[in-house]
């Protein structure tokens, strides 16, 4: 597709369920990042992965909290062992940084609802 | 480590009003920054940015932005705002690698 795709698009789950979130980014774009979202709040950087370098993990919250990609393509954040604060929209955004124009180009997110 | 604040969370303005956001960071080096906007029910999408050169810079829908080095700042300014205008407003910058972004600035326009 033309766009960065994001699966699920809404996630209800018990608390200690882990789950899997998944994101397309745009073809040929090398950064791709993971924010969280929570309601009423700003984007809370994640992770960022930029070609085949060693992603920056700074911003996971804790080690329930882990993300992998596969080369330039599809990435999956993976929470394990959820509670309720991880309640929010996690968005992932794309990246064609060897053009370094920084622009980020955003999927529309995948709610996920911790019960 | 870079950081990112916006002072204004919520604005409410009439339409035809003039509109500055805030938006300071804090980082030692080179810089680019950006503001992005989140229209109702869409997903975010970039305003305008700052890399280098003119220090005011103009975006899409007759938005602009200053970055003042010295003040370490990069407001986001409108003339004259439209209903249309209502939306989630974020700063964004980017130091090594990664873009931070700051908390939003709600912004409501009354017709």
């Known amino acids: 597709g033309a766009g960065v795709s994001q699966s699920p698009s809404n996630k209800v789950t018990e608390k200690g369920k882990d789950v899997e979130l998944r994101c397309d980014p745009i073809?040929?774009?090398?950064?791709l990042y993971w924010y969280r979202q929570r309601l009423g709040q700003g984007l809370e950087f994640l992770i960022y992965f930029q070609g085949n370098s060693a992603p920056d993990k700074s911003g996971l919250p804790s080690d329930r909290f882990s993300a992998e990609r596969t080369g330039e393509s599809v990435s999956t954040l993976t929470i394990q062992r959820t509670q309720q604060e991880d309640s929010a929209v996690y968005l992932c955004a794309s990246s064609h940084d060897r053009m370094n124009t920084g622009e980020l180009f955003f999927g529309e997110g995948s709610r996920l609802t911790v019960l | 480590a870079q950081s990112v604040s916006q002072h204004n969370h919520h604005v409410i303005l009439s339409e035809a009003a003039s509109l500055e956001l805030g938006c300071n960071y804090s980082y030692g080096g080179t810089v680019n920054l950006f503001w992005y906007v989140q229209y109702p029910g869409q997903h975010l999408q970039l305003l305008l940015k700052?890399?280098?050169?003119?220090?005011l810079v103009k975006g899409i829908k007759g938005f602009e932005a200053e970055f003042i080095k010295s003040k370490f700042s990069f407001n986001l300014r409108k003339p004259s705002v439209q209903w249309s205008d209502t939306a989630e407003y974020f700063c964004?910058?980017?130091?090594?690698?990664?873009?931070?972004f700051g908390s939003g600035t709600r912004l409501s326009i009354r017709p």
């Open positions: 700052y890399f280098s050169g003119d220090p």
């Open positions: 073809s040929g774009h090398t950064a």
């Open positions: 964004a910058v980017r130091g090594a690698s990664k873009i931070i």
